[in-house]
């Protein structure tokens, strides 16, 4: 097993520098291997959100249907619920290095191939929506192997830090990356858009290249059903790590509206703020991740999860019932914001107590939740809208969801429980370390 690199950090002096608020840079200070998993994965992030907004526009000029534009998420869903939970024991199961790389190569090869496809004179509808179910796929086997590399290469004291970094990229590119891809499709066109994903592939093959070769276990066993169940049953038996699932999907599947927000926008007059409302929620994210140095101060994270989630719920009630434009972005960036600490706090519980032979199988659960509770989320949130009211869709799910991370945490008090310092798995998985540290 890979350990941290000896001597490159010191947890207790970096903490004692930093400030109450700065983010903790410490992990990239530390471990030049984070640096590399954490540049190329913010690279190759970036380019794919500007994918994920060409997509959809070029379905769009390909047939000017809302039901053709609506199906690439459909058919992106059933393979992220399938190779997720593949990827996830095939990360168990491989070299998570080489995992991520074939998936980074092949992800490249389908940049190319929607390159080409944009080029014809007539681009071929198919070609764009195998594509879409081709990027899923190869993002959900990928995934699982690439979360799981980053509690190998840091310290323990440092996996909150690393979650709020990874959480921080994520959003930070999900704000730039679709403003880059629609200000290219509307200046250049869909293959240059594609272009650009297929560059930002070609520069995080380079990083993730230079990154150390991540054994796999010396016990593991091939990728098989046998093995997902063995993750299912880990997950199922560990309640703390059970709660974190359950409130994530809860959260997303009742208080996750973004599909309503042109009917919002032009609820409150204002369709001038749609870009906005899309944009808030993780504008507060990103504010919330940079604003992040108290993170390593907390101690009790399923607490800090489930306070998070309530309050996730309950900004998306009161946005629901928002009269004012800048009310409803105020209440998006405040939800946004939630989101990113209950993430921080989830993604540190995982990393914290669960055994390296069981981190891809743990992280492809995690991609389940993360995935499909927004998908579902959306359904949910149109067919209300549909049945009832706008407002009432909205309003009902938030405070909905933050009842439901209330109750997940009456049901399962270990969750609540939980504390870094007295946790016996938290506990074992730092000992364990300590001791591959050591050995090393």
């Given at each position: 097993m890979s350990s941290p690199e000896s001597g490159e950090s010191d947890v207790a002096s970096d903490a004692a520098k930093q400030s109450r608020w700065r983010m903790d840079l410490s992990p990239l200070r530390a471990s030049s291997q984070y640096r590399k998993l954490f540049f190329g994965g913010a690279i190759s992030f970036l380019g794919s959100m500007v994918t994920y907004v060409a997509i959809p526009?070029?379905?769009?000029?390909l047939t000017d249907s809302f039901t053709a534009v609506g199906l690439v998420g459909l058919l992106q869903l059933v393979p992220l619920i399938l190779a997720g939970l593949w990827g996830g024991a095939i990360a168990d199961a491989l070299d998570k290095r080489k995992v991520v790389l074939i998936c980074e190569a092949f992800s490249l090869l389908f940049s190319l191939v929607l390159v080409a496809n944009a080029l014809l004179p007539e681009p071929q509808l198919w070609v764009v929506y195998l594509c879409a179910m081709l990027f899923a796929t190869a993002d959900a086997l990928q995934r699982p192997s690439a979360e799981a590399i980053t509690p190998l290469v840091l310290d323990h004291e440092q996996l909150p830090a690393g979650a709020a970094l990874n959480m921080s990229r994520m959003t930070a590119g999900a704000i730039i990356g679709p403003a880059i891809g629609g200000t290219i499709l509307?200046?250049?066109?869909?293959?240059?858009?594609?272009?650009?994903?297929?560059?930002?592939?070609?520069?995080?093959?380079?990083?993730?290249?230079?990154?150390?070769?991540?054994?796999?276990?010396?016990?593991?066993?091939?990728?098989?059903?046998?093995?997902?169940?063995q993750g299912l049953n880990y997950a199922w038996t560990r309640k703390d790590l059970l709660g974190t699932y359950l409130i994530d999907f809860a959260?997303?599947?009742?208080?996750?509206?973004?599909?309503?927000?042109?009917?919002?926008?032009?609820?409150?007059?204002?369709e001038w703020a749609l870009g906005w409302l899309y944009a808030a929620g993780a504008v507060g994210g990103l504010i919330a991740a940079t604003t992040s140095g108290w993170i390593h101060r907390v101690h009790r994270h399923g607490r800090g999860l489930v306070v998070a989630a309530v309050c996730w719920g309950i900004a998306i009630g009161f946005f629901g019932l928002a009269t004012n434009i800048w009310w409803a972005l105020g209440l998006?960036?405040?939800?946004?914001?939630?989101?990113?600490?209950?993430?921080?706090?989830?993604?540190?519980?995982?990393?914290?107590?669960?055994?390296?032979?069981?981190?891809?199988?743990?992280?492809?659960?995690?991609?389940?939740?993360?995935?499909?509770?927004?998908?579902?989320?959306?359904?949910?949130?149109?067919l209300m809208a549909q049945a009832v009211s706008l407002r009432f869709s909205i309003a009902s799910g938030g405070f909905l969801a933050a009842g439901a991370a209330a109750i997940i945490a009456v049901f399962l008090p270990t969750m609540w429980r939980y504390d870094v310092r007295t946790s016996e798995h938290a506990i074992a998985q730092r000992e364990a370390r300590q001791t591959s540290a050591t050995t090393t």
């Open positions: 526009f070029q379905v769009k000029e509307a200046t250049w066109g869909t293959p240059w858009a594609y272009g650009v994903d297929a560059a930002t592939y070609v520069i995080s093959l380079g990083f993730f290249l230079a990154l150390r070769r991540i054994p796999k276990a010396p016990d593991s066993e091939r990728a098989s059903i046998k093995r997902i169940g959260a997303m599947t009742l208080a996750f509206p973004y599909a309503l927000f042109p009917f919002v926008a032009q609820a409150l007059d204002a998006l960036a405040i939800a946004g914001g939630a989101d990113m600490i209950s993430g921080i706090f989830r993604m540190s519980m995982w990393n914290q107590t669960v055994p390296d032979e069981l981190r891809g199988r743990m992280a492809g659960l995690e991609l389940l939740s993360f995935t499909t509770g927004p998908q579902l989320g959306q359904i949910r949130s149109g």
